[in-house]
Structures are given as structure tokens and as C-alpha cells.
């Protein structure tokens, strides 16, 4: 089944639960540890087969398993288990998929987080990363060897927006026997990564999905036999790293997540709306809906159309002074925060060869077009874009980064 015939939305929004006196939100776990009536049912439950008890909270609490469900449900698979950061979630992954001999190939433009936890911590263990330029299939298939154990990409990559070709990796994935691990973090609701052959999906929920800044917390999406695996009380990497989320976290999470479909429309009407109007203005923007992005077509058949092409666009402004006086007059402007993350009210930008992707060592981020001048925007709710536009291009005429006067 295609993404675009599954729709998200619907499959959180039939979800239902409910609270111990009927709230119409469930109750908050306020526990860390739980009593048995009798010790043979603990002693089954330390075994995994006690179904519906709860041990302890590092291994799973109710309000987890329900925030784990409305992810699962979203993503379209059968389990899903929830974490305290987007690394959280990422880095038992790959330690659960790799043993030491392993090696993965890793897409090149990928959270700066992830690639230096690849680069320059697995080596510890002796595991390898081939990194790659995801968007060149051949490319790919010819950093697989014998001891590949994963393949892992960004649906939408983080800094450079480019588009992992989900569908074609899978097979690729497939064929050598590999699992397919996809980060769509940037892409909620939009892309369904795993109706389209991933075989883990994970997400940081500190940006879209939970979309107030105010946590961070992340998730995996997968098999129940994969899950059973992260969590298995003498082997689970989730389970012995313990980067457990707190139930009182989880359920804010959930409560946040019933708006998401609505908050995604909005984000990306407003991020294609600036796209669209800038490119016009002759400024270097990139953006997925955009028909001049590399990827635009394969995306365009990827997406749950309703939600669009997302709130992420970056524009090239030539140099690292001009981003940054720009930034600093936008912020003054009240027109965003200068800040790293994404998927907030406000528009968020930054300059990512100085924040978020500094992980990359220069010359790297210089082969793979991750430019000084760079601006990642992330696209607030702004309720009427035409008026941020013409603020922002006031900005940018001010500093001379858009130097015609426009007519209006
Ligand atoms: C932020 C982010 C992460 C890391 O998530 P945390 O919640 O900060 O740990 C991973 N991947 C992507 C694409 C991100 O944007």
C-alpha cells in the first residue's frame, strides 16, 4: 500500500482512551514500580509473558505504551516504543542492529547528532559508517559489503532537504538483506516511511510532533518482534541504555499530538507560500514542492498530499555575515527566534554549518553544498503569511541580500 492511500491522521484520530474516572484523557502513571498480587505473575512478567502487567518504568509505563500506540498507529506499524530524545531513540537502534565487525551506510547529510555519534563514537565498538549521498542509488548499493547491517537515511535530510527515495532504498535494503532505518522527523504525517518498505521508523518528537519546545523526546516505530528486542530485560539496548521519556512527559506529548495534522497544513502553506515568493524574488531557496528541488517529482509521489511538503525551507543568502546580520534583524523584527530545532509556532532559523550540522568537520560539509551562507528555516503558524513575507523582504532589502524593489 502507498503512503498517499493511508492516511495518518485517521489512524491516531480512532485511537481512543480514557481516564480512570472517565477523563477523557488517560491517567497519568505516577509510578515507577508496580505491585503484583502474586510473585509468580512477576517473575512472568520479567519473562515477557505477562501481558498488561507493568514492572517497572524504564521497561514500559501505561502512558508510554499509549503514546507508543498513537506513534505506531500513525506510522503504520505494529509497535513503536517512545524515548527521552530523538537520540535517545536513534542511538539503541543502531547499537541493537550492529555488533562490532558491523558496519552501516549512512546517508552524508543527516542530523548532526547522528553523524557524530556514527562517525565518532560507534568506532568504539568497531563499527563502521560508509557515508554516502543518499539521492545516488548506485552509490549506495556499491558501499554495501558483507558485513552491512543497515542502511540509514533522513526522508527529508537535515540541513540540505534532500529526499531519500524510501521506496527504491527498500529494495536495495532488500535485496542485501539489510534493515532500512529512516529518521522522518522532518516529514510527520506527510510521508509514511514504512508503507513504503522502512523497516524502522523513527522520529526526534521534540520538533513537529510534540511542536511546543517545551521537551525533548523521540520514538521508534517497528515490528513488535524489534520492540520486544529493544526492550528485553538482558539484551535490549532501549531497556540497559535506559533513556527512558517520564509518563508525565508522554502524556503532554499525546495531548500535542491530536493538533498535528492541522499544525502540518499550516506549516507547510506558509513554508511553500515563502518559498514560492522568494524563489520568485531571485533568492537561492530550497524547498521540496519547489519544481526546481532535485527531488521534487519523487517527493511529490511520496507524500500524503493533504499535509504537503512540510515547514522546512533553508535560503542561500552568500555569506556568513549577511546570515547572520539577517537573523539578528529578523529576530529584532519579531519575526522568529535565532535558535536550532524545528516544528515550533514561531519561525525558527539558524545557520547550520555553525550549529546544528558543526559536528561535520568543514571540508566535508563543503563537499556535500552545505554553504556558509545558509539560513534553515523552520516555518511557523503565522496566521497571515503575505504580511511575514513582506516583513522578511523588508529585512532583506534593508541588508541588501534582495536588492530589486519589488512591485507590489
Ligand atoms: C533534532 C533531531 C534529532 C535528535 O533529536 P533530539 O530530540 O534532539 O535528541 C534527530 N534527527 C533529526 C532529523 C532531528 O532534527
Redesign the pocket.
Known amino acids: 500500500m502507498k503512503s498517499n492511500q493511508f492516511n495518518p491522521a485517521n489512524q491516531i484520530q480512532d485511537l481512543q482512551y480514557f481516564g480512570e474516572f472517565g477523563g477523557v484523557n488517560p491517567s497519568i502513571s505516577d509510578s515507577s514500580t508496580y505491585t503484583f498480587l502474586s510473585a509468580k505473575t512477576m517473575f512472568d512478567t520479567f519473562e515477557g509473558n505477562a501481558e498488561g502487567c507493568y514492572l517497572y518504568s524504564r521497561h514500559s509505563s501505561p502512558m508510554n505504551l499509549y503514546l507508543g500506540e498513537a506513534l505506531a498507529a500513525m506510522e503504520g506499524t505494529e509497535s513503536a516504543n517512545v524515548a527521552a530524545?530523538?537520540?535517545?531513540a536513534?542511538t539503541p537502534v543502531l547499537m541493537q542492529l550492529c555488533a562490532a565487525g558491523d558496519e552501516i551506510v549512512s546517508s552524508r547529510t543527516i542530523?548532526g547528532?547522528?553523524y557524530a555519534f556514527m562517525k565518532n563514537m560507534l568506532p568504539k565498538w568497531n563499527i563502521k559508517t560508509n557515508f554516502v549521498d543518499i539521492t545516488k542509488l548506485d552509490v549506495v548499493e556499491a558501499a554495501i559489503t558483507e558485513n552491512t547491517k543497515v542502511l540509514y537515511c533522513?526522508t527529508v535530510s537535515?540541513p540540505l532537504l534532500e529526499v531519500a527515495d524510501i521506496e527504491s532504498l527498500a529494495k536495495i535494503a532488500n535485496k542485501y538483506n539489510i534493515k532500512l532505518v529512516v529518521?522522518n522527523?522532518?516529514s510527520p504525517l506527510s510521508v509514511a516511511p514504512a508503507k513504503l518498505g522502512a523497516d524502522v521508523v523513527i522520529h526526534?518528537?521534540?520538533?513537529f510532533i510534540n511542536g511546543s519546545s517545551d521537551t525533548?523526546?523521540?520514538v521508534v516505530c517497528a515490528s513488535q518482534e524489534f520492540i520486544n528486542d529493544l526492550k528485553n530485560v538482558n539484551n535490549g539496548a532501549s531497556m540497559l541504555l535506559g533513556p527512558t521519556m517520564d509518563s508525565l512527559r508522554s502524556a503532554s506529548i499525546l495531548k500535542n499530538l491530536r493538533t498535528l495534522h492541522i499544525r502540518m497544513k499550516q506549516h507547510s502553506y506558509n513554508a511553500s507560500y515563502l518559498a514560492e515568493k522568494f524563489e520568485k524574488d531571485g533568492l537561492k531557496v530550497v524547498y521540496p514542492g519547489l519544481k526546481s528541488h532535485p527531488s521534487h517529482e519523487i517527493y511529490s509521489t511520496m507524500i500524503n498530499k493533504e499535509y504537503g511538503f512540510g515547514g522546512m525551507m533553508t535560503i542561500d543568502v552568500g555569506s556568513l555575515d549577511k546570515a547572520n546580520e539577517l537573523m539578528e534583524l529578523m529576530q529584532n523584527r519579531n519575526l522568529g527566534y535565532l535558535a536550532v530545532?524545528?516544528g515550533f509556532y514561531k519561525t525558527l532559523f539558524s545557520a547550520p554549518g555553525t550549529s546544528t550540522s558543526s559536528e561535520i568537520p568543514l571540508d566535508e560539509q563543503k563537499e556535500m553544498g552545505l554553504t556558509d551562507g545558509l539560513i534553515r528555516f523552520s516555518i511557523g503558524l503565522d496566521n497571515d503569511i503575505e504580511r511575514t513575507y513582506q516583513m522578511m523582504k523588508a529585512c532583506m532589502m534593508e541588508i541588501g541580500v534582495l536588492k530589486e524593489l519589488q512591485k507590489v
Open positions: 530524545s530523538g537520540m535517545g536513534i542530523y547528532g547522528t533522513e537535515n529518521d522527523t522532518f526526534s518528537l521534540t520538533k525533548v523526546g523521540g530545532s524545528l
